[in-house]
């Protein structure tokens, strides 16, 4: 398989090199500033490892400053906490006009910063991202409560609860879908009147300070979304400051208990959305062209860095060949290249750390005696962060290859006989993010979905998708659950009041 890495900078937007022309600075009180001890980090390129941008980098100085503007921002009397409701909705709407306004660009920045496709980029990150700040739009006038009967004789009592905001928050995101997870955060935290600091991902800071410039043309006051890149230790900061209310982290499981652990410390509330390692199984009878699609589209997706991924593929013994055959194939007619060549499928890992663990494990399970039936454990291209997409089988539970979380794209597969023994081993992992099913049989579909143990379970089909459906993971794949109408219960606190009226 050859893989072409064009040269990007012909085709970029004006906009796009304006913005990469400078050092990009922390956004902090409404202000664009440099890190208080003055250090940058580079951003590369994942296609051609060269260095797109320095960025600020924030330490725990720069959060201080950020928590404090969070904090002025959120407290009573501040041109946000006197905004109403429905300013808020107007003010959510614009966003998204404005994300949708400035896609392309968008688009373009995220593709030289992650390495996905363009397009990819476009259709998916951006318009979701615009999409999600109009739904949330909606949300803002409707965070109701309930009136709650009380039974005392003989006094007469009114009893209702009301959802607050919980005040700042810090939304440490990682760098597979670097805006749209920047979306995740902000969005329902605002919506719901709190205030926010956002650490993207070191790989990928890109897009979440352009979206930070177009919060404040968009009116957002001064202090109520503060942008501060930097690596772990500045997310640490953040988990650490007992200036922050509440931790929304996307990211590995590993990272997710450390920020557990450490959040104790002012005990602020934490919502965790962590590692997956999907299961996808596929019965005999069902339509096997469909499931054979969605076990491409489901191991590959988003070059395999994608936690909901079905990246453990368990079919029935009497199809096992003839799907393994047809996913082979087309993981084989994948074109890996750049982003921003029309013709690339799928563009390169995110960094060079990723593509040498990916890498590392299909040869581990070359080592531990696996078939690699498609792809292979070397390198794509001299250049760029490339993996050829891999189908792996003769593949045991124990491998290290069918219990990480690779992150890559990797899939491995496994047959079964009966639904029991595949129920068993679909649900034997750590993790329960998603997993899904295949079978035309309606009554077996929705009985199997409803034994596996995961936050999102697809029924003849994967990676259907709405910014109406809540996520989120069982066991160590996380805490909580995001989007859809439970999308705000992280982001209020639940009041009870209780008057008497005498
Ligand atoms: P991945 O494995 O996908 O790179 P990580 O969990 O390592 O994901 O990182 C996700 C986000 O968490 C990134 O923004 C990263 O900088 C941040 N991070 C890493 N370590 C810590 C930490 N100890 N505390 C808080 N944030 C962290």
Avoid at 338 to 357: A, I, N, R, Y
Avoid at 373 to 383: F, I, L, P, Q, Y
Wanted: charge should be negative.
């Amino acid at each position: 398989m050859t893989t072409t890495v064009s040269n990007d900078t012909a085709s970029l937007l004006p906009s796009v090199s304006s913005f990469l022309s400078s050092p990009r600075q922390l956004l902090i009180d409404g202000e664009w500033v440099d890190a208080q001890d003055g250090r940058t980090f580079a951003t590369l390129n994942p296609a051609t490892e060269e260095e797109l941008v320095q960025v600020a980098q924030g330490s725990a100085a720069d959060v201080d400053r950020a928590v404090a503007a969070a904090r002025r921002a959120f407290e009573a009397g501040s041109p946000w906490a006197r905004m109403t409701p429905r300013e808020r909705s107007h003010l959510l709407w614009r966003i998204g006009d404005l994300v949708e306004a400035h896609a392309d660009e968008l688009a373009q920045l995220e593709a030289l910063d992650n390495g996905k496709r363009v397009e990819a980029a476009r259709d998916g990150d951006v318009a979701t991202t615009a999409e999600l700040f109009r739904y949330f739009a909606g949300w803002a006038t409707k965070i109701e409560g309930t009136t709650i009967p009380m039974s005392v004789p003989d006094r007469d009592f009114h009893a209702y609860t009301r959802r607050e905001p919980i005040g700042v928050v810090a939304g440490i995101v990682p760098w597979n879908f670097p805006l749209l997870m920047a979306a995740f955060k902000i969005i329902p935290a605002i919506t719901a009147g709190n205030t926010v600091i956002l650490k993207p991902a070191e790989q990928t800071p890109l897009t979440a300070l352009r979206l930070g410039e177009l919060l404040l043309e968009a009116g957002v006051p001064a202090g109520v979304v503060n942008v501060v890149p930097g690596f772990g230790d500045t997310g640490a900061a953040l988990v650490d400051h007992h200036g922050v209310d509440k931790v929304a982290f996307t990211g590995s499981t590993e990272v997710g208990k450390k920020i557990a652990a450490a959040a104790s410390g002012n005990l602020k509330k934490v919502s965790l959305e962590l590692g997956g390692k999907a299961p996808n199984i596929i019965f005999d009878d069902a339509d096997i062209d469909a499931a054979i699609a969605g076990a491409v589209l489901g191991g590959y997706f988003n070059e395999g860095q994608c936690c909901v991924n079905g990246s453990r593929l368990y079919v029935h013994r009497a199809v096992f060949d003839e799907v393994v055959e047809g996913v082979a194939n087309a993981a084989r007619a994948i074109r890996v290249g750049s982003g921003f060549d029309p013709s690339t499928d799928m563009g390169p890992l995110v960094s060079q750390e990723q593509h040498e663990k990916v890498l590392g494990y299909i040869r581990s399970a070359l080592a531990d005696g696996a078939e690699v039936t498609a792809g292979s454990a070397d390198r794509v291209g001299e250049r760029g962060y490339f993996v050829q997409p891999t189908l792996i089988t003769s593949v045991t539970e124990d491998m290290a290859v069918q219990t990480d979380e690779i992150f890559g794209p990797v899939v491995t597969a496994i047959p079964f006989d009966s639904e029991d023994e595949v129920v068993a081993a679909a649900n034997n992992t750590v993790y329960g993010l998603a997993a899904g099913v295949w079978s035309k049989d309606i009554g077996r579909a929705h009985r199997v979905g409803g034994r596996l143990r995961a936050g999102t379970v697809w029924l003849n089909t994967w990676h259907a998708d709405d910014v109406t459906l809540p996520r989120g993971g069982f066991k160590q794949s996380g805490w909580g659950r995001e989007l859809g109408a439970f999308g705000l219960d992280d982001y209020t606190e639940l009041k009870t009041v209780i008057a008497e009226l005498r």
